[in-house]
């Protein structure tokens, strides 16, 4: 079992940024793959970034230069820096923990609001 809790949203103006955060606990060893997901109101749940346990990268083209997905050293939490906020981001923010079985685990979600 895993347990996925993200933290660090809120409200931010326009071309600032956040740090989201993302710790995993529980059966920790057993998870490869963590990443990002957002959905706004009505609409679809899109991919953001996602990262492995080798450091591999993935990252939606729209926003890659403007957020980066990292890791700590012990590979139980993964970061997602967003720099030039637009009021286009605001979303509800979801990490996302999976195993090599293909069971995938989601936070709560955590808000972030662009405005001014």
């Known amino acids: 079992q895993v347990q996925v809790v993200e933290s660090g949203g809120g409200l931010v103006q326009p071309g600032g940024s956040l740090r989201l955060s993302c710790a995993a606990s529980?059966?920790?060893?057993?998870?490869?793959?963590m990443g990002w997901y957002r959905q706004a109101p009505g609409k679809q749940r899109e991919l953001v970034a996602t990262?492995?346990?080798?450091?591999?990268?993935n990252y939606a083209d729209s926003l890659k230069g403007r957020f980066t997905i990292s890791r700590d050293n012990a590979e139980n939490t993964v970061y997602l820096q967003m720099n030039s906020l637009k009021p286009e981001d605001t979303a509800v923010y979801y990490c996302?923990?999976?195993?090599?079985?293909?069971?995938?685990?989601w936070g709560r979600g955590t808000q972030v609001t662009v405005s001014s």
């Open positions: 529980g059966s920790i060893f057993s998870i490869y793959h």
């Open positions: 990262i492995t346990l080798d450091g591999n990268t």
């Open positions: 996302f923990a999976a195993n090599l079985g293909q069971t995938v685990y």
